[in-house]
């Protein structure tokens, strides 16, 4: 044998002796985040899962022929002002139905409360209640940015695997559990738990398709309520002012107006019908100030009905209030839409693309104001004058 081939052979060999220990050591940097956690009550947990999402982790060890679950669920980078929650589902792979356990820590005197929640419609306000299986030494923790959850869960026997969920959402003032975030990852947070092996299979069919909602939701608003409306509104606003482009402004109005509050209707309203009954509906800001504005349109609508002709002494009254009425609909309609994008939180593309539209509009609406300062305004300028040089020939004859 050469001396190439026996330096081959002892490199083969000592990669052949070392490779377990870097597999090994690999698979600890991996494992490591969740296995190395020791935690203060000396607890101690067969199975630890990494949850795919809201930096997660799930500590379990399991009896399958009594039923005996313990667990102890983990949020970390979690605020002070904030409740974190993780339950089982025992009829489906949604939130309906869903058995919780829930934590947060006190905003006066700091205790960590932990409690019980049977989720049975999706208004729930997440309130204190029995769960439908049996839940002993129920406790929780807050270290250093990290929430923690213990409890021992009693499940039918020879139970293998169950449907869990976890959760995180803000505080609110009186210790209110406010409503999570319905971004991706919130959406996400759901999976199939195998109580054996401890695989996870997440549920992705739902969580998708409700994320296409609340994308049509989005973009369907933006486009009626926050840029048809606002061209509808110029069309009147600017076209009017040349005789040439009557009727014609009003046409284009009624379109974009028309076609804004009934596309935000069907799209808008329809979206938002079906996530409030597959999510529960809360009384947010967004949610107000949108029945707020279908509101105002539909009686936009219904004020048609009641115009007067032009030359009819009410006239000046129904535009004050119509022109009123739909400035305050476009500052809204503009407002509410950036409260969405919070709330979606779809990307900075799409705040940037609709932030540039409406910047757009509004240097188009600039500048229109700009070049009619004249015929707008100047009429009340030379009146002006006209009476003070009355008064002036007053006080001479006098």
């Known amino acids: 044998m050469s001396l190439s081939s026996r330096t081959v052979v002892v ?4 990669l052949f002796v070392i490779a377990p220990y870097f597999t090994r050591a690999t698979t600890d940097g991996v ?3 969740c296995d190395s956690k020791q935690f203060r009550n000396g607890k101690h947990f067969r199975s630890c899962i990494d949850l795919p999402v809201l930096d997660s982790y799930l500590h379990f060890s399991y009896v399958r022929e009594t039923g005996v679950l313990d667990v102890a669920y983990r949020h970390t980078t979690v605020e002070s002002s904030s409740w974190i ?3 089982i589902n025992p009829t489906s792979k949604g939130m309906l139905g869903a058995q919780t356990l829930l934590a947060y820590r006190n905003s006066t005197s700091g205790f960590i409360r932990a409690y019980t929640s049977s989720i049975k419609d999706y208004s729930t306000m997440l309130q204190e209640g029995p769960l439908s299986f049996h839940v002993a030494q129920l406790s929780a923790e807050f270290l250093n ?3 923690t959850i213990f409890a021992t869960i009693v499940l039918p026997s020879n139970t293998t695997i169950v449907n869990h969920l976890w959760q995180d959402g803000p505080l609110k003032e009186g210790d209110r559990l406010g409503m999570h975030a319905m971004n991706r990852d919130h959406l996400k947070s759901m999976a199939t738990l195998d109580l054996l092996s401890g695989q996870v299979t997440t549920t992705k069919a739902a969580n998708d398709n409700m994320l296409l909602v609340k994308n049509i939701h989005g973009l369907v608003n933006a486009v009626c309520w926050g840029i048809f409306m606002p061209i509808g509104v110029l069309a009147a606003r ?4 040349y005789k040439g482009l009557d009727p014609t402004w009003f046409y284009i109005h009624i379109f974009f107006q028309t076609t804004g509050y009934f596309g935000g209707l069907l799209g808008g309203l329809g979206t938002a019908i079906y996530m409030a009954k597959h999510t529960g509906m809360r009384s947010t800001p967004h949610t107000v100030i949108g029945i707020f504005l279908f509101a105002l349109g539909f009686l936009q609508i219904l004020t048609l009905k009641a115009r007067p002709d032009k030359n009819h002494k009410y006239r000046k ?10 400035y305050v609909v476009i500052v809204l309609s503009v407002y509410n839409i950036y409260k969405g994008l919070a709330i979606l939180q779809p990307g900075s593309s799409w705040k940037i693309a609709y932030s540039t539209i409406i910047g757009v509009i509004g240097l188009f609406a600039i500048v229109m104001e700009i070049l009619q300062f004249n015929k707008r305004w100047g009429g009340l300028w030379c009146k002006k004058s006209k009476d003070l040089e009355a008064d002036q020939t007053a006080c001479i004859d006098v």
């Not at 490199?11 to 000592?14: G, H, N, S």
């Not at 600017?238 to 002012?241: A, L, N, S």
């Not at 009254?317 to 739909?326: A, L, P, S």
């Open 85 to 87: 929650a993780w339950g």
């Open 317 to 326: 009254y129904w535009n004050w209030y119509h022109h009123t009425v739909g």
């Open 11 to 14: 490199v083969l060999c000592f």
């Open 31 to 33: 494992r490591g985040r």
């Open 145 to 147: 940015g990290e929430m």
């Open 238 to 241: 600017y076209m009017r002012t």
